[in-house]
């Protein structure tokens, strides 16, 4: 199945192949306003965007819901020609088989943000932003997503925690590599209120830090001799193993 994307700033005679033309030729002076102005606004169509490239296409004003689309052969075309405006043509084949509320609790609030908030020429920047668009074309394809249930404070509450951590995780394996990353853990520790880290070595037994936790109202002991296992790295790690 196959579809067209349509631009405004696109009279009769604003065909931006013809307008490129002109101007390689060095007949920049020639150039009508009409062709000037659509130039201007509609000239990423064939600078920035190519076979290949996918789009999110809004289905109104203001944003309600949105559609994706990869851009197919031959790309940009200016079709009919002569129609008032919207003559500047991609064409696309869409990714989504119905438009995707922007509500949906399957699009994050940080999602709805950045389609919201564009960048310069309409493009999306942030990485996470275009991971979810390919993750929720994915899920439409293998049936998966729910578009269905409204997105909750409390959702966008537990993505900004997954994000915050994320990002986290990533400043402090990428800063304290090795055996680095048991003194960070150490000063970590160190630096909690009530937390004391009684050793710092492992005699053999498998753990890094040997740590103390004191009750915050009367000093008095809670916990004594806690093992503290410092690990930098990624993957799915089991909270025990049976012997």
Known sequence: MRGQARFGWSGPGTDLRG?????????????????????????FLIERIGVGDCLVIQMGQPLRSFVIGEVVPPGYDFAPGNLDDFNHVLHIRPLTSKPIPIN???????????????????EIYPEDSIRELDLIVQKLASNTLDLESVRTDEDTLDDTQRRATSNIIKIISGRWKGKDFERFCERICESLEHVEVKE?????MGYDLLIRIRNPITETILHDNIPVQCKNYSGDVSDYKSY
């Open 19 to 43: 307008i490129k033309a002109k101007m390689d030729a060095g007949k920049w002076a020639d150039r009508t306003t009409e062709e000037a102005q659509s130039w201007q606004y509609a000239k």
């Open 200 to 204: 710092r070595s492992d005699r053999g």
């Open 104 to 122: 949906a609790k399957s699009v994050t609030g940080a999602l709805k943000h950045d389609l919201s908030k564009r960048g310069h020429y309409y």
